[in-house]
């Protein structure tokens, strides 16, 4: 089986620390990060070296959610963030996993509840 190629949006210490550190020490035998995205590319830089893989940095959601090497998502910006980042996500048919909160609004639950609906 292919290892799962992940996009993480958010290179702070969830991004980094949590996500990034389990995936490439537990699970490096079906996954992969590929890619991060956040607007701070000096700690994106700092952060994909702190965890000795090599991964292309993005400054905007958009682009690493459009790339077609990305199988799934994983959103750990600022809670304020995560609806955009989402639905970005789902709008380029990628599997999507929201750290929480889902969104910082009952709305914003709900127009990421319905695009992942419609990416089903």
Partial sequence: MPK??????????RGILSFGEMLTNQF???????????????RA???V????????????AEDLAARKDVDAVIVTTPDYLHEEAALAAFRH????????????????????IEASKKAE
């Fill in 45 to 47: 830089e700092a952060g």
């Fill in 28 to 42: 490096r035998d079906r996954a992969s990060v590929v890619a991060f995205a956040d607007p701070n590319k000096a």
């Fill in 93 to 112: 048919g990628k599997h999507v996993f929201v750290d929480k909160p889902l969104a910082i609004t009952g709305e914003g639950c709900l127009r990421i």
């Fill in 49 to 60: 070296a702190s965890l000795g893989i090599k991964a292309d940095i993005h400054e905007h």
């Fill in 4 to 13: 799962m190629r992940i996009g993480i949006i958010g290179a702070g210490g």
